[in-house]
């Protein structure tokens, strides 16, 4: 459970990091370039950010889908996220989320993935709300936020 925290809070501060920064496009060292052409092969699109020079930020597309990866300056790859479709959310998570929020319907879902964990983060809406449910692969689920539409 600690370490889903860590991951959760890791990919969290790097999100907001890059929304709430300056980052600015950057060229990478030859350990991070490696480590991410090992990782992600066909990707394409790529492109560079940093904002301290010491963890990086690259956005690509990858079989039609829009990823980010997050590494340290040793090359590390540090976690990923990318946008899905409902359909490709684990089967028990979609069924309970079918069962549990019937009268809503998945509008957007996040999967942020680490070397030891994955969660996934579900806007779901309804007549009048949005819902962001944080669950595992597991189904372990929590309400992460709700919002009331306008």
């Not at 790859?77 to 549990?100: C, E, H, M």
Request: with cysteine.
């Amino acid at each position: 459970m600690k370490k889903l925290i860590v991951l959760i809070s890791a990919a969290l501060m790097l999100s907001a990091q890059a929304l709430f920064a300056s980052p600015y496009e950057t060229t990478v060292n030859k350990k991070i370039n490696s480590t991410f052409n090992e990782s992600f092969t066909g990707a394409t699109d790529v492109k560079w950010y940093t904002e301290d020079n010491k963890t990086f930020t690259a956005k690509f597309t990858i079989s039609n889908t829009k990823v980010t990866a997050f590494f340290k300056e040793d090359g590390t790859l540090l976690a990923t996220s990318r946008y899905l479709q409902g359909d490709q959310l684990p089967l028990k998570v979609l069924s309970k989320l079918n069962k549990k929020y019937s009268d809503n319907s998945i509008y957007c879902v996040v999967e942020y993935a680490s070397s030891e964990n994955v969660v996934y983060f579900v806007t779901l809406e309804g007549a009048d709300t949005w819902t962001v449910i944080k669950t595992d692969a597991a189904a372990n689920m929590k309400v992460y936020s709700r919002l009331k539409k306008a």
